[in-house]
């Protein structure tokens, strides 16, 4: 696709944090712009569940950036499949300049309080999910990709497949990191069906290389799909890759040990797994 334009929101952030009490939240949205001139206006508009304008806010873009905090009193809480409803808020940015407006981007988002406890045991740890402090089972599925040419998936085979795993009360999807990161369709329905989402990167099975080429190719990849993807309710987890710990020590390359430099030990790709995704992801 080629897209031609005098000046484009480049990026809208939108995190929400829920009290732990679950009895407020507050939705600090950023907005970064491409090619607007000083003085051009962005507007931010927060509307609830069912459309209804909660709160509205207009500023000038001071050197391509623009923000804006809403807070929720009493918010309506998305919860996963079986636990409870997954209402969703929506925010709207627009952008203009001389009284036209030049680009407009949206996010669905939900407010939910989700943590992951790890709390100890006699063989290791716990791992256990909470949604608005409600401990979740996660039972699920893994989701590979529903054609050999994705492309060819229509948005029907997405809502099918997935409002099927919701039917059988599925809590939880993974996405294999054999496969491909999904199209926003699949992250939609999971957010209005209530699957939560295990997300791996793109590694599986493979002992791959780290030199710093690779690795920088890598963290572009990376960085483009956490931010796509990290306004989803659903998105609970990143997970760096599918099985190749058991892999490289089945070939007796990965020792837990080893305090060296990661890209240059036997198991090199540890400097991606430990290294550039949790740092893409922090």
Same mark, same amino acid.
């Given at each position: 696709?080629?897209?031609?334009?005098?000046?484009?929101?480049?990026?809208?952030?939108?995190?929400?944090?829920?009290?732990?009490?679950?009895s407020?939240?507050?939705?600090?949205?950023?907005?970064?712009?491409a090619?607007?001139?000083?003085?051009?206006?962005?507007?931010?508009?927060?509307?609830?569940?069912?459309?209804?304008?909660?709160?509205?806010?207009?500023?000038?873009?001071?050197?391509?950036?623009?923000?804006?905090?809403?807070?929720?009193?009493?918010?309506? &809480?998305?919860? *996963?499949?079986?636990? #409870?409803?997954?209402? @969703?808020?929506? /925010?709207?940015? $627009?952008?203009?300049?001389? !009284?036209?407006?030049?680009?407009?981007?949206?996010?669905?988002?939900?407010?939910?309080?989700?943590?992951? &406890?790890?709390? *100890?045991?006699?063989? #290791?740890?716990?791992? @256990?999910?909470? /949604?608005?402090? $409600?401990?979740?089972?996660? !039972?699920?599925?893994?989701?590979?990709?529903?054609?050999?040419?994705?492309?060819?998936?229509?948005?029907?085979?997405?809502?099918?497949?997935?409002?099927?795993?919701?039917?059988?009360?599925?809590?939880?999807i993974?996405?294999?990191?054999? !496969?491909?990161?999904?199209?926003?369709?699949?992250?939609?329905?999971?957010?209005?069906?209530?699957?939560?989402?295990?997300?791996?990167?793109?590694?599986?099975?493979?002992?791959?290389?780290?030199?710093?080429?690779?690795?920088?190719?890598?963290?572009?990849?990376?960085?483009?799909?956490?931010?796509?993807?990290?306004?989803?309710p659903?998105?609970?987890?990143?997970?760096?890759n599918?099985?190749?710990?058991?892999?490289?020590?089945?070939?007796?390359?990965?020792?837990?040990a080893?305090e060296?430099?990661?890209?240059?030990?036997?198991?090199?790709?540890?400097?991606?797994?430990?290294?550039?995704?949790?740092?893409?992801?922090?």
């Amino acid at each position: 696709a080629l897209e031609a334009y005098v000046a484009r929101i480049d990026e809208l952030h939108a995190p929400v944090a829920l009290s732990a009490d679950l009895s407020h939240a507050t939705i600090p949205v950023a907005v970064t712009l491409a090619g607007a001139d000083e003085g051009a206006m962005v507007e931010m508009t927060l509307y609830d569940p069912t459309g209804q304008e909660v709160g509205t806010a207009s500023m000038s873009a001071l050197e391509g950036q623009a923000s804006h905090t809403f807070t929720l009193s009493k918010p309506a &809480l998305w919860y *996963p499949n079986g636990y #409870g409803q997954q209402p @969703l808020y929506r /925010v709207v940015a $627009t952008l203009q300049q001389a !009284g036209q407006e030049l680009a407009r981007r949206e996010l669905r988002i939900g407010v939910r309080r989700l943590q992951l &406890l790890q709390e *100890p045991m006699a063989d #290791g740890s716990g791992f @256990l999910f909470e /949604v608005n402090n $409600t401990p979740v089972f996660c !039972g699920g599925v893994n989701w590979i990709p529903a054609d050999l040419f994705p492309p060819r998936i229509p948005d029907e085979s997405y809502r099918t497949l997935l409002e099927l795993t919701a039917a059988a009360n599925m809590t939880m999807i993974r996405v294999w990191g054999g !496969g491909i990161y999904e199209a926003d369709i699949f992250y939609d329905l999971c957010d209005e069906l209530g699957l939560l989402v295990w997300q791996d990167f793109m590694f599986a099975c493979g002992l791959y290389p780290a030199h710093p080429d690779f690795r920088e190719s890598v963290r572009t990849e990376a960085e483009a799909q956490v931010k796509r993807l990290r306004h989803h309710p659903a998105l609970a987890l990143w997970c760096g890759n599918n099985e190749d710990y058991m892999l490289a020590y089945s070939f007796s390359r990965y020792d837990p040990a080893y305090e060296g430099d990661l890209a240059t030990s036997p198991f090199p790709a540890r400097a991606l797994y430990e290294e550039v995704l949790p740092a893409v992801c922090a």
